[in-house]
Structures are given as C-alpha cells and as structure tokens.
C-alpha cells in the first residue's frame, strides 16, 4: 500500500537517487543530457540534507521510498515532485499532489503553483493544473532550465 508522509533526514539519499533517476529517465527527450547531469548529478550536500528534513514528503511503498514532494507553505510553490523510474505510471505523482494540495487546503491557501519540465507538462494538464507559456527556471547551481509556470486553485475537498 502506498502511503505519503513527511520526509526525515534518513530520506535524503533516497530523495536525492530518485531526483537524479526519475529526471535522467524522463527529462532527457527535452533537454540536453549534458544540461541534465549539471542539474541533478554528484552528491547531495548538508543543505539538500536540510531542505529534505524541514520541507519534503515522501511516497512509501512496502518500506521504500519512491517519490518526494514539497509544498513552501508562505507561497504555495510545488517543488520535487519525482517518481523512481520503475515505480512511475502507477498514480504516485497523482497522489503526492493531492496531499500537497490537501496540506495546502488545510493552511487555508487558495492556490499551487509550480515550474514544470517540459515533459511533465501533460502530467500536471492530468492533474488539474493550468499553465502553457513557456519560461525558464532557474535551478540551485544556477542553471537555466525551459519550463511552463503552472498553477492550480486550492479547493477545499477537491
Ligand atoms: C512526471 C512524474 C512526476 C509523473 O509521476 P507518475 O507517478 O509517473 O504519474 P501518475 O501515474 O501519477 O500519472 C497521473 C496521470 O497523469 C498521466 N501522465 C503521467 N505522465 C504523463 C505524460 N508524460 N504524458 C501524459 N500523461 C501523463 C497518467 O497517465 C495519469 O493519468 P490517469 O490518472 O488519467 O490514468 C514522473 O514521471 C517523474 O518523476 N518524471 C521525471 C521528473 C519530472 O519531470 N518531474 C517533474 C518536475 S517539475
């Protein structure tokens, strides 16, 4: 069974494995391999480890992690919604938003928004999200990254 919960510091490697597979596996008929190695090759430092502990949730299956997902509270921005590669196309980036978006109901927000890769467009389309102007986003290390801006009404019980 499939359950969603907040992430502790233990789940930062998995967190970090399933961000570095899922955009390799996904991302790569949109983006330069090249430009999808600088932004989620290496190791993760203490600051991911950190970002993980105080804002990530992770989807568990049968003991393993295998999704991640993060909601910043202050601005309803979605962030690090990644499935593993072999768990992806089973409803799991489909739950992680919905209890992101339940999280944000009961913090009284009226509305989501996020930054999608170009591939996952169609996913979040799936999932209720608006959004079709192309921009770019800006990763951690500074890279420059297309994407589509992207936003969704919080309702309550929807
Ligand atoms: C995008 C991603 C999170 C989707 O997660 P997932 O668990 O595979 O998706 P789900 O199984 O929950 O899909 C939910 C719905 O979206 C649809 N969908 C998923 N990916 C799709 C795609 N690329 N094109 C069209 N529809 C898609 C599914 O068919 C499903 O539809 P249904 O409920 O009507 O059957 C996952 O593929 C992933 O990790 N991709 C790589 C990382 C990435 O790009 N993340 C987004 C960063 S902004």
């Avoid at 390799?24 to 330069?32: N, V």
């Avoid at 003991?63 to 919604?81: F, H, P, W, Y």
């Avoid at 979040?124 to 770019?136: A, I, K, L, M, P």
């Amino acid at each position: 069974m499939l359950t969603i919960r907040k992430a502790n510091r233990d789940d930062a490697f998995d967190a970090w494995d399933i961000r570095k597979t899922s955009v390799h596996a996904a991302c790569a008929e949109h983006y330069p391999r090249a430009a999808l190695s600088a932004w989620v090759d290496g190791s993760p430092g203490d600051k991911w480890v950190s970002v993980v502990e105080r804002y990530f949730y992770v989807a568990v299956d049968r003991g393993s992690v295998v999704g991640t997902g993060m909601l910043t509270l202050a601005s309803g921005q979605v962030d690090a919604i990644f499935v593993r590669p072999s768990h992806m196309g089973r409803g799991i980036g489909r739950k992680m938003l919905d209890s992101l978006q339940a999280l944000a109901a009961e913090h009284g927000l009226d509305a989501m928004r996020l930054d999608a890769t170009l591939n996952a467009v169609p996913f979040y389309r799936n999932c209720g999200w608006s959004g079709d102007s192309v921009s770019t986003y800006r990763t951690a290390r500074g890279l420059e990254l297309a994407c589509v801006p992207m936003t969704k009404l919080v309702i309550v019980g929807g």
